[in-house]
């Protein structure tokens, strides 16, 4: 029987930000790719990859999983609602400003909200996937790198092909 290991990210509701302060709090392995996984900056990120890098093959299952499952549910549904209150903040001010009445219904009419909430999740699963690769990429063990080539070779993941032969070719 295969046993799954699945992210508990239930601290994390919406996209980590990153300070330098924070990459100095001790963190589990788990904790540490979970850290990995939902952090979309630069700033500090060099101690996090250098922690990664330092971790044995233990995380692998993790970054597995993250690719092959993508984000929590939970956590996309947040994403789908934040956005979709952005949105309408946002369509809010624009329609307030716009006198012309043409332009008011181009422009009320040409996107909406659920649309925008989609693209913004179907971006939040990318970058999650994304990183689940990269970790891959930095965990220095056999079963990450057949994976990659598995990845790399697999049809139906033709849109990762690229990603994955360029973290299997320039390891971090």
């Not at 980590?16 to 979309?40: G, I, M, R, Y």
């Not at 999983?65 to 903040?89: H, K, Q, V, Y």
Request: proline share 3%; charged share 25%; glycine share 4%.
């Amino acid at each position: 029987m295969k046993k799954v290991v699945l992210l508990s990210v239930g601290v994390f509701f919406s996209i980590v930000s990153c300070t330098k302060e924070e990459f100095f709090v001790p963190l589990s392995n788990v904790e540490l790719a979970q850290k990995w996984l939902l952090t979309d900056c630069r700033v500090g990120e060099d101690s996090l990859t250098a922690r990664l890098i330092a971790t044995d093959s233990s995380l692998f299952k993790v970054f597995r999983s993250a690719f092959l499952l993508g984000p929590p549910g939970s956590m996309i549904d947040t994403i789908r609602l934040n956005e979709i209150a952005r949105f309408n903040s946002r369509q809010v001010l624009v329609l307030d400003s716009v006198t012309n009445p043409e332009l008011y219904n181009f422009i009320k009419y040409t996107d909406n909200k659920d649309s925008a909430a989609d693209r913004e999740a179907e971006k939040f699963i990318g970058r999650y996937r994304t990183r689940a690769l990269q970790g891959l990429g930095m965990i220095k063990s056999y079963s990450a790198k057949n994976f990659l080539d598995s990845v790399i070779a697999d049809p139906a993941q033709v849109e990762w092909h690229t990603t994955a032969q360029y973290i299997r070719l320039n390891p971090m």
